[in-house]
């Protein structure tokens, strides 16, 4: 498959060790958060999201952090594996009757066996 | 439960051809986005509908694109005529009803080349 990867910062570790994804994002307005993971050929998929009424959502091997003082966010993976390899996008929302999600520029994962 | 159906799943084109996509929401959801991206960035939203209604499309460049959904399930974006610069992925995504900040869930997308 080809690669959206192309161009984007890329994160490479090894299989089994902790990976963290990190994303400015642009409105101090946003509130609410979502982490996308797309694989090549796919679509993004729903990772995990977080409000802005809270720092810290876990999942399952996933863990958002939101700081809002410095419009950051983080997504750490635990024990990653190859089936994590693909790119992660970052999306705000903008709030209102919209639902309108602004998405970052995404970040390669690349999982070394 | 059904994810979003998009085809067709990959289209090449002479530029200044015309182009259709299709996109079948998940049942249920009233919400529908239509998004564009070039390879190597994120989705750029191009349009929102929420049943039949537009939302927003304010990105949407409508000299060339429109998008319809007639009656507020499936929905069709056409680019007519296309520019080279219109290679991309066309990413179709739906949210339920519920109102106010709601997951979107993506299609697999039709990937658009345009010589």
């Known amino acids: 498959g080809e690669s959206v990867g192309l161009h984007l910062p890329t994160l490479s570790v090894q299989e089994g060790d902790n990976s963290i994804i990190n994303c400015a994002y642009s409105n101090s307005a946003s509130d609410y958060f979502i982490w996308y993971k797309q694989e090549s050929g796919k679509g993004p998929q729903f990772i995990i999201d977080?409000?802005?009424?809270?720092d810290k959502r876990q999942g399952q091997r996933v863990t958002v952090l939101l700081n809002k003082t410095v419009k950051h966010l983080s997504l750490q993976i635990a024990a990653t594996q190859p089936g994590d390899s693909a790119v992660y996008f970052c999306?705000?929302?903008?709030?209102?009757?919209?639902?309108?999600?602004?998405f970052g520029t995404g970040t390669l994962l690349a999982v070394q066996p | 439960e059904a994810g979003v159906a998009q085809s067709p799943r990959y289209k090449i084109i002479e530029k200044r051809q015309s182009v259709a996509f299709w996109c079948n929401p998940i049942s249920g959801h009233a919400t529908l986005y239509w998004y564009q991206q070039i390879l190597g960035q994120g989705p750029k939203l191009l349009i929102q509908?929420?049943?039949?209604?537009?939302?927003?499309d304010s990105q949407l460049p409508k000299d060339r694109f429109s998008a319809e959904r007639l009656k507020g399930v499936d929905s069709t974006l056409k680019i007519q005529p296309a520019k080279l610069e219109d290679s991309a992925v066309y990413l179709c995504?739906?949210?339920?009803?519920?109102?106010?900040?709601?997951?979107?869930?993506f299609g697999p997308g039709t990937r658009l080349t345009v010589l």
């Open positions: 977080i409000r802005s009424n809270m």
């Open positions: 995504a739906s949210s339920p009803p519920t109102g106010g900040t709601d997951t979107q869930y």
């Open positions: 999306a705000e929302n903008y709030g209102g009757a919209t639902n309108k999600l602004i």
């Open positions: 509908f929420q049943n039949n209604g537009v939302v927003d």
